[in-house]
């Protein structure tokens, strides 16, 4: 009596579900000029409305400052001029207010014709369903920051605003008589930096190079908490603080001493991402709450991953290329809350060309194919198996991908779709067939992702 006879696992495959080039958006190692070649701002502001992106960017000297908006897809769909002769092509800083209400913050000064005040953070505004962006003449950040200042802001939960620049000084509102500074951490202070998380929680993190050098990060709302030091922590470069769509904040950085890329949870452990000599790391905001990783060098390029929702996994690291002739990469943007990582590199080209360039980085999957044999006529042979079994299972740095459609050819045509469990299996008759030398090819077009082929593997 023959007696079915399972053997085990024969195949295990894992592919990338990568981008693929189409006509409308360029592969993510393209970038497309944001702007330079000359008197290019330092910073860039963003923010995410739906699935378009704001961004606004300076440039000249006396500089204009514009307003991009960027497709779900990273191609730009218009622009629209917020000021044209502000003197200062410094930081920028974009926040949505309660009343729906976009503010720009800018640090410069004297704007001909606008009646701003003199170098310090001034302030417009576009009010809810307006395209118009118009000055605030009513606010205004004092002459503490200058016009080259990078600026960092945030919105607390109690609806107080909080702003940050060179010198790690924290201003509480939008004049100087609501609380100016109302947290001095050190002199000489670089690079501050401030995020809010989801219950409206204040972090600032900044570059030491004054009493104590180092890269430091502190929840400063709703009551200032432990100051950390990061390890061997960058005292130059650039690095990155972001809060996800959760609680906590996260810091990524450079730790020269020990040629690392390091990612630090506040309160809590510090992970190795990379080891190698770097300039810049960064973090950003994502979908779900997770969040994108970006470090590089102006000599490797840029590289990229997306943490799972726990932020204990990343998807496989990808290499980005950057234009050719690039001899320097200072600073970099970026958001990525709708899912794709829209980046900006502040890049050098060449000895005089300098400014931002742009490119779209959709996240990546991993496909894992296994197959087991079954055979049913010799059960004491797997020389000929009956039934081949194939297990797809598709993940974004280990979280299940449901819905993922599978397109299976060979050994009959059929098109599967995983379940939550980002699970998918296909039973096929080999009746009189040797073993599989290769697994059938397969398509997978995963929501979000871009379509795959998979071709037959061992």
């Keep these: 009596m ?27 190692t393209s970038w497309v000029r944001v702007s330079g070649p000359a008197h290019a701002g330092t910073q860039l502001a963003l923010m995410r409305e739906g699935t378009a992106l704001e961004v606004v960017w300076a440039q000249g000297d006396p500089a204009a400052i514009t307003d991009t908006l960027l497709g779900k897809d990273g191609t ?31 640090t410069g000064g004297y704007t001909r014709g ?57 201003h509480i509102g939008f004049l100087p008589t609501d609380g100016d500074p109302s947290y001095q951490p050190d002199c000489c ?27 430091y990060v502190r929840r400063i709302w709703p009551s200032e908490q432990s100051l950390y030091a990061l390890p061997s922590g960058t005292t130059s470069g650039s690095f990155g603080l972001a809060s996800p769509f959760g609680h906590g904040a996260y810091v990524a950085y450079v730790d020269p001493t020990h040629q690392k890329v390091q990612l630090y949870t506040y309160l809590g452990g510090i992970q190795t991402l990379a080891t190698g000599s770097y300039q810049v790391a960064k973090v950003f905001r994502a979908i779900g709450g997770r969040i994108w990783v970006m470090w590089g ?21 990808r290499h980005l290329t950057l234009p050719g002739a690039t001899n320097g990469f200072y600073n970099a943007e970026g958001e990525g809350s709708a899912g794709p990582l829209d980046l900006f ?21 991993t496909l894992t194919v296994r197959a087991t044999y079954e055979n049913v006529i010799e059960p004491k042979s797997t020389a000929h198996p009956t039934t081949v079994h194939i297990t797809y299972t598709v993940t974004d740095a280990g979280d299940p991908v ?57």
């Excluded at 501050?192 to 009493?211: C, F, K, M, T």
């Excluded at 060098?297 to 998807?315: K, L, M, P, Q, Y």
């Excluded at 005089?352 to 779209?360: A, E, I, V």
């Design 345 to 365: 590199a502040d890049l050098a080209i060449g000895r005089s060309d300098r400014g931002f360039w742009r490119t779209h980085v959709l996240p990546q999957a």
């Design 114 to 170: 606008l009646g701003s005040h003199s170098v310090g953070v001034n302030s417009f505004v576009r009010p809810p369903g307006s395209a118009r962006w118009s000055l605030d003449p009513t606010v205004y950040g004092g002459a503490v920051a200058n016009a080259a200042d990078e600026l960092g802001a945030a919105i607390a939960g109690n609806g107080w605003v909080y702003t940050t620049w060179s010198g790690a000084i924290v």
């Design 76 to 106: 730009a769909i218009g622009s629209s001029t917020i000021a044209t002769g502000f003197d200062g092509a410094g930081g920028l800083a974009l926040l949505r207010m309660p009343d729906g209400s976009l503010r720009l913050l800018a």
């Design 297 to 317: 060098s102006g000599d490797g390029g840029i590289f990229v991953t997306r943490s799972n929702v726990a932020i204990t996994r990343f998807e496989p690291i």
């Design 402 to 458: 449901a819905g993922a459609q599978i397109r299976v050819n060979g050994l009959g045509f059929k098109i599967l779709k995983t379940d939550k469990h980002g699970v998918a299996r296909f039973d096929s008759g080999l009746p009189g067939l040797k073993k599989l030398k290769s697994l059938p090819a397969v398509v997978v077009d995963a929501p979000g992702y871009s379509v795959v082929t998979q071709n037959r593997g061992g």
């Design 2 to 28: 023959a007696v079915a006879v399972r053997c085990g696992i024969v195949a295990a495959l894992a592919v990338l579900l990568v981008p693929a080039a189409s006509a409308a958006v360029p592969p993510a």
């Design 189 to 215: 202070g670089a690079e501050p930096q401030l995020a809010s998380d989801a219950q409206g929680a204040v972090y600032l993190a900044w570059i030491s190079n004054g009493h104590f050098e180092g890269t």
